[in-house]
């Protein structure tokens, strides 16, 4: 059974950083297709960063060059660094992985920058 846990989103100030953290059982990201996705109030879902099992990065224009993805295989685990936070990156952030042709979330972390 695949499970993704995120962890480490926070209260930040706008300028400041925060490192989202995904834990992957069942699978692994050094295969499939993973990313970050987020959702702010009354919005829809929206893709963030995503990361290919060859190691290609794409980013939505709005975190490019503020944001990095990132996995370390041996962990298990997928990152999203995020600089020079914005309050519009307000949002719960969740984890996504596509394999075996199945689409897994994980149940989102809260980011929420001040201004």
């Known amino acids: 059974q695949v499970q993704l846990v995120e962890s480490g989103g926070g209260l930040v100030q706008a300028g400041g950083s925060l490192r989202l953290s995904c834990a992957a059982s069942?699978?692994?990201?050094?295969?499939?297709?993973s990313g970050w996705y987020r959702q702010a109030p009354g919005k829809e879902r929206e893709f963030v960063a995503r990361?290919?099992?060859?190691?290609?990065?794409s980013y939505a224009d709005s975190v490019k060059d503020r944001f990095t993805i990132s996995r370390d295989n041996a962990k298990n685990t997928m990152y999203l660094q995020m600089n020079s936070l914005k309050p519009e990156d307000t949002a719960v952030y969740y984890c996504?992985?596509?394999?075996?042709?199945?689409?897994?979330w994980g149940r989102g972390t809260q980011v929420t920058v001040s201004s």
């Open positions: 996504q992985t596509y394999v075996n042709y199945q689409t897994f």
């Open positions: 069942g699978t692994a990201f050094s295969i499939g297709v």
């Open positions: 990361l290919n099992s060859g190691g290609s990065k």
